[in-house]
Nanobody
Framework: VQLQASGGGLVQAGGSLRLSCAASGHAFSRYAVGWFHQAPGKAREFAAAISWNSAITDYADSVKGRFTISRDTAKNTVYLQMNSLKPEDTAVYYC??????????????????WGQGTLVTVSS
């Protein structure tokens, strides 16, 4: 499975962006997908995840109520809608796919494939 993250950019505080994670390869619909963010000088942290069948979603407390994860199986794409963005959301955002998980996971080591990242910059 190959993942391509896109949709990052520069936005003012309070604005919105939608990130996309497009997948190619075998049986992507069977994978749970997560989004992680990594701010400069900090560790990569969990943001959101969605189960293979979209039945379960999970969010970090820092983004809950502002971010929404969804997937379009026909397009092999997972989205992260980010609203009410804050300067502290500035980071490189990575998508990742995990096959052998029940539901979703926030643990990086459980993800099998990673995309290259897309930069989100939120100005104050």
């Amino acid at each position: 499975v190959q993942l391509q993250a896109s949709g990052g950019g520069l936005v003012q505080a309070g604005g919105s962006l939608r990130l996309s994670c497009a997948a190619s390869g075998h049986a992507f619909s069977r994978y749970a997908v997560g989004w992680f963010h990594q701010a400069p000088g900090k560790a990569r942290e969990f943001a959101a995840a969605i189960s293979w069948n979209s039945a379960i979603t999970d969010y970090a407390d820092s983004v809950k109520g502002r971010f929404t994860i969804s997937r379009d199986t026909a397009k092999n794409t997972v989205y992260l809608q980010m609203n009410s963005l804050k300067p502290e959301d500035t980071a490189v955002y990575y998508c990742a796919a995990a096959l052998n998980v029940r539901g979703t996971t926030s643990r990086k080591f459980e993800y099998d494939y990673w995309g290259q990242g897309t930069l989100v910059t939120v100005s104050s």
